[in-house]
């Protein structure tokens, strides 16, 4: 089983960056296509960016040219880098993968989410 834990967010100014980083307990090499999802209150839970086990990727329109996303399979860790912050990113982020499409929220690990806001 392979358990997921995010870490790197906070509190940042608009313009300013933030880097997450989703550490697994497993070999995150076993999970074909994993993502950053994020929920702002009152929003519906989104997928962000994805990324699989070969390294290619999909960015949301809303964060692409501001928010990279990477792996690490060697230190079972994914990350996301995030710059340019706007208030509008602001969301609890979830690191998760496993499922059949990523582009669902039935996917088969979740961690436990990391707080991102922006101020403006």
């Known amino acids: 089983q392979v358990q997921l834990v995010e870490s790197g967010g906070g509190l940042v100014q608009a313009g300013g960056s933030l880097r997450l980083s989703c550490a697994a307990s497993?070999?995150?090499?076993?999970?074909?296509?994993m993502g950053w999802y994020r929920q702002a209150p009152g929003k519906q839970r989104e997928l962000v960016a994805a990324?699989?086990?070969?390294?290619?990727?999909n960015i949301a329109d809303s964060v692409k040219g501001r928010f990279t996303i990477s792996r690490d399979n060697a230190k079972n860790t994914m990350y996301l880098q995030m710059n340019s912050l706007k208030p509008e990113d602001t969301a609890v982020y979830y690191c998760?993968?496993?499922?059949?499409?990523?582009?669902?929220?039935?996917?088969?690990?979740w961690g436990q989410g990391t707080q991102v806001t922006v101020s403006s």
């Open positions: 990324i699989s086990t070969s390294g290619f990727t």
């Open positions: 497993g070999s995150i090499a076993r999970i074909n296509v």
């Open positions: 998760a993968g496993g499922g059949l499409n990523i582009l669902t929220m039935n996917q088969q690990y």
